[in-house]
């Protein structure tokens, strides 16, 4: 059974950073895609980023130049290091995984799912 577990989620002011961590257990393929997606209240879940098996990265425009994503295979761990964080990057941030050779930005291409970490930017 894969399970997905955030953490490093939080409160902070604008201008601040944050560091999320993804831990993974069970079988999954070390050639699965993984990516963070975000959900603010009322709104649809979105991609923020992603990072493919060969290391290509795909980030939304709307983060570029501020968060950065890495996977360590080894720990089965993934990280998303959020810099100059904006309220309106409030929001819960998921963690997932799927088959996809590339790094996707929609939830379609995921089949694994954390249960999410609150993260909340005060101006």
């Known amino acids: 059974q894969v399970q997905l577990v955030e953490s490093g989620g939080g409160s902070v002011q604008a201008g601040g950073s944050l560091r999320l961590s993804c831990a993974v257990s069970g079988r999954i393929s070390s050639r699965y895609c993984m990516g963070w997606f975000r959900q603010a209240l009322g709104k649809e879940r979105e991609g923020v980023a992603a990072i493919a098996r060969d290391g290509r990265l795909s980030y939304a425009d709307s983060v570029k130049g501020r968060f950065t994503i890495s996977r360590d295979n080894a720990k089965n761990t993934l990280h998303l290091q959020m810099n100059s964080l904006k309220p309106e990057d409030t929001a819960k941030y998921y963690c997932?995984?799927?088959?996809?050779?590339?790094?996707?930005?929609?939830?379609?291409?995921?089949?694994?799912w954390g249960q999410g970490t609150q993260v909340t930017v005060s101006s």
């Open positions: 997932a995984a799927g088959p996809s050779v590339v790094a996707g930005l929609t939830t379609y291409e995921y089949n694994y």
